[in-house]
Structures are given as C-alpha cells and as structure tokens.
C-alpha cells in the first residue's frame, strides 16, 4: 500500500469516527485477503472512500466520467486508482481495465446499482463476473449519507462485511444479457440481505 493511500485512508477513517461514528460489522471476514470484486449498494458520495478505507489493502473504484471533469477532483481520483465508466453502461475498453486490475492481483469496487439513485441491479457486474471468474465480497453500508460532527447522533453509519461469493458456477453460463442480469441480481439480493444476517459482530 502506498504511503499517501494510507495516509488518506487514515484520514477518512477520522472522520467517519468523529462525524459519522461508523461501526464495521464482521470486520474478521477481512482477514487473509485476497483479490476480489468487492460490491456494494450505493447511498452517497462517501461510499467509495468510507468502504475503501476499512479495507486491508489498496484497492480500486470504478467511478463516472463526469467526476474525472472535474478540475483537481479528477485527478485526484484517478491518483487514488479510479476509473472512468460511463452512466448506465461498462463498455469493453472498461472491461479490460478491470481485468487487468483484477489480474494484477488487486480488488476493485463496483456498485451492482450503478448508481446512488438507482435501486435495481444493472448488468455490469455481472459482465464482469462473467468474464473474469473472480470472487465476490458483498458489503452493505448504513447512513452513510447523514453526515453530523460531534459526540449526538443518533444514527451511526455501520459497513457490514459479508461471506466471500463463489462465482465459479457462473462460467458455466452463456455470455449473454439474461446471464449478466441473473448475476448482478443474485449479488445485490446478497448485499441487501447483510443487515439482516443473525450472529452479527460489531467492532
């Protein structure tokens, strides 16, 4: 990890503590890392920094090409391992980088929703499955958009860490719209389901 990716994730770390009070449930399912797709639902603009800064290693984001238009955040981001993708859609020259990223044995974040304003899953994870076998880590993130500084909030923002997804079984499908669908479906229905899971643990 490079030092100003963990000085950066320190710092986010600090203000998820004092302004949002954040918890990370199942935070052992973090040990031994290995690459992976990590996937979560999407609520605010703090979600890729707030989940990439409880995780073990450095990893990368997928972001929309708007943000990289931005004059400084742009750069900024793709400093920080962000890649453009285009609303709605992951098209092949976006597949390939995430492949390489995935085959040079780091993670990448992808929201199966593909974006804050949608709830339904969009098939660009599952293209992405589909095309690289690798696993899953489903995590599910809470509040992240109530942002209050001091000591009284009511509501802390919790980032629920979820049991790796096998996708193996899934190279066995067609290349094709209904299987891609069937995939980014079957994931978010995994994410959404992580604040309900008994036997929980909060550090």
């Given at each position: 990890?490079r030092?100003?990716?963990?000085?950066?994730?320190?710092?986010?770390r600090c203000?998820?503590?004092?302004?949002?009070r954040?918890?990370?449930?199942?935070?052992e399912?973090?040990?031994d890392?290995?690459?992976?797709?990590?996937?979560?639902?999407?609520?605010s603009?703090?979600?890729?920094p707030?989940?990439?800064?409880?995780?073990?290693t450095?990893?990368?984001?997928?972001?929309k090409?708007?943000?990289?238009?931005?004059?400084?955040?742009?750069?900024?981001?793709?400093?920080f391992?962000?890649?453009?993708v285009?609303?709605?859609s992951?098209?092949?020259a976006?597949?390939?980088q995430?492949?390489a990223?995935?085959?040079?044995n780091?993670?990448?974040?992808?929201?199966?929703?593909g974006?804050?304003?949608?709830?339904?899953?969009?098939?660009g994870?599952?293209?992405v499955?589909?095309?690289?076998?690798?696993?899953?880590?489903p995590v599910?993130?809470?509040?992240?958009?109530?942002?209050?500084i001091?000591?009284?909030?009511?509501?802390?923002?919790?980032?629920?860490?979820?049991?790796r997804?096998?996708t193996?079984?899934?190279?066995?499908?067609?290349?094709?719209?209904?299987?891609?669908?069937?995939?980014?479906?079957?994931?978010?229905?995994?994410?959404?389901?992580?604040?309900?899971e008994?036997?929980?643990?909060?550090?």
């Amino acid at each position: 990890m490079r030092l100003s990716y963990r000085i950066a994730t320190s710092t986010i770390r600090c203000l998820m503590k004092y302004g949002f009070r954040y918890k990370v449930e199942n935070k052992e399912r973090l040990a031994d890392w290995t690459p992976c797709i990590i996937a979560a639902n999407h609520l605010s603009y703090f979600d890729p920094p707030f989940i990439g800064s409880v995780l073990p290693t450095e990893i990368s984001f997928l972001a929309k090409t708007e943000l990289f238009e931005v004059p400084l955040f742009g750069n900024m981001i793709r400093y920080f391992n962000s890649i453009p993708v285009r609303r709605g859609s992951i098209d092949r020259a976006t597949i390939d980088q995430v492949t390489a990223v995935l085959a040079d044995n780091r993670s990448i974040l992808i929201f199966p929703e593909g974006g804050r304003k949608s709830f339904t899953a969009k098939p660009g994870i599952g293209i992405v499955v589909r095309e690289t076998g690798m696993p899953v880590q489903p995590v599910y993130i809470k509040y992240s958009y109530l942002f209050k500084i001091g000591p009284i909030k009511k509501r802390k923002v919790k980032i629920y860490i979820g049991e790796r997804i096998d996708t193996t079984h899934y190279m066995e499908l067609p290349k094709e719209k209904d299987t891609y669908r069937l995939i980014s479906k079957e994931i978010l229905n995994k994410i959404n389901q992580l604040p309900y899971e008994k036997n929980s643990k909060i550090s």
